[in-house]
């Protein structure tokens, strides 16, 4: 049997657990909104028409942040058609899906939520079809208090405070040719740094995310960091990253995903510090996170038929206990670089590629992917710890040599939280951690999902199939932890100190 040893030690800390890493994101995009979060006329929809079955979920989950309104989405939309009388609201087609845009829900029923659901908004604005303008208007009608004819709408429209949105994206993914109103590096830099500038203006309390690559394949990924950095180092917070990883029938590789997600995030940590480095700043830029899961992106053919639907049911993937296992992994990489990701968003909340799905008029139900973050978000407080694992390695095609144990732990004042992911298809690992500088140090829980079949699913009819059980045999002697995690597996230990 293998075995992988680490160190449990308050001095290795990383960072503190920043909240914000427990982000997810609600797009215009097929059934996310309407049907998944809004559907008026739903048995157990409130007043404002949210499912609360949906947001019972999403407060379960344990979700900080809530990105909005999207995604590809955004790039093409006008922020003034969803605001006002819903009866006045004008019908659109969305380009970016090929969808028809009834508006019946945008920014106020959309902040009406984020207080209800107890999540901070994180708002993009169009930098696709849109500029520097309609980004101020926005942000005039959102986040200044009364007295103006931006903010005096939002007053009559029923908001008599300022929502006070911090968080704001320049755009989305502005390097993919697939974007509606897709630009150079040069190009986007020039109208990022401008429009952050003119935002800065209307609230200087804004925070203000760049866009980076769409993912780290892209060809220009790395010279786009560094390009649209140099244009808007002094202007903006942070830099976001996209991710999405699949099985594509090479499940060794698949469960070793999270090392792609770990170098991604070196990479565009050094491009930044390099540009800081010439720029002779001390300024660090921080990373945003704001798109990542595991998603069967091969099998999404695309729309571009023009067969245009209100609300049609678009990439509604299955998720399987391997997902689950991966999407634990990409918490503890994420947790691991807590020093430089601050915010982190799982794509997306309800029904596209998501933890939560629902059936139109019907029930609400919890995908295999929503057990680790949902205990990772529940458990992961206070400080992260590194925790110096060694151990053995697995050989992938895809990602070359991964270590078998992915690991990381957190301390709050109540205990200690160990997170630990098997990556192995096949064989189990024995896990042994030194706890002899937390003193006596006693277990309190033991979580394992795992399934003899990782292909195994949740259903409507059957939400429990795939749900983190007890972990048999965990135990502790001297100060050492035992633990034998099965293959393809994700753990979570709870330690009182
Ligand atoms: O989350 C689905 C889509 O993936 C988003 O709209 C886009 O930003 C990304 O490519």
Sequence with gaps: MATARLTLDPAFRIAPVNRRLFGSFVEHMGRCV??????????????????????????????????YPGGNFVSGYRWEDGVGPVAD??????????????????????????????????????????????ACD???????????????????????????????????????????????????????????????????????????????????FGAWEATVLEHAYDAVDYI???????????????????????????????????????????????????????????????????????????????????????????????LRHADRVSIACQAQLANIIAPIRTEAGGPAWRQTIFHPFALTARHARGEVLRVEATGPLIDTARHGEAEQLSAVATRDEEGITLLAVNRSATEPLDLVADLRAFGDAQIVSAVCLSDDD????????????????????????????????????WTLIRLTT
């Design 138 to 220: 926005l942000l005039e009608y959102a986040n200044h208090p009364g007295g103006t004819r931006l903010s005096d709408l939002r007053i009559k429209h029923g908001a008599a405070e300022p929502y006070g949105i911090g968080l704001w994206c320049l755009g989305n993914e502005m390097d993919g040719p697939w974007q509606i109103g897709h630009k150079t590096a040069d190009e986007y830099g020039r109208l990022a740094v401008e429009t952050a500038k003119a935002m800065r203006l209307v609230d200087p309390r804004v925070e203000l995310v760049l866009c980076g690559s769409s993912n780290s394949s892209m060809p220009t």
């Design 240 to 334: 976001s990253l996209h991710a999405y990883y699949e099985e594509k029938g090479d499940l060794q590789g698949f469960l070793a995903s999270a090392v792609d997600m770990d170098r991604f995030i070196d990479a565009v940590v050094a491009t930044a510090d390099h540009v800081a480095a010439k720029r002779r700043s001390r300024k660090r830029i921080n990373l945003s996170f704001d798109e990542w899961n595991v998603w069967n992106q091969s099998a999404y053919t695309g729309r571009t038929d023009g067969d245009y639907q209100e609300a049609p049911p678009l990439i509604e993937d299955d998720f399987t206990a391997a997902d689950a296992v991966v999407v634990g992994d990409f918490l503890i990489t994420l």
């Design 454 to 489: 990782p292909t195994r699913i949740n259903t409507k009819d059957a939400e429990s199939t795939v749900v983190p059980r007890p972990l048999a045999d965990a135990k502790i002697d001297g100060g050492t932890l035992q633990a034998r995690l099965p293959a393809i597996s």
């Design 34 to 67: 309407y049907t998944g979060i809004y559907e008026p006329g739903h048995p157990g929809a409130d007043e404002h028409g949210f499912r609360t079955d949906v947001l019972e979920m999403t407060r379960e989950m344990g979700v900080e942040v809530v990105r």
């Design 89 to 134: 609201r004008p019908t659109r087609l969305d380009l970016a899906w090929q969808q028809i845009e009834s508006n019946q829900f945008g920014l106020d029923e959309f902040m009406t939520w984020t207080k209800e659901a107890g999540v901070e908004p994180m708002m993009a604005v169009n930098l696709g079809t849109r500029g520097i303008q309609e």
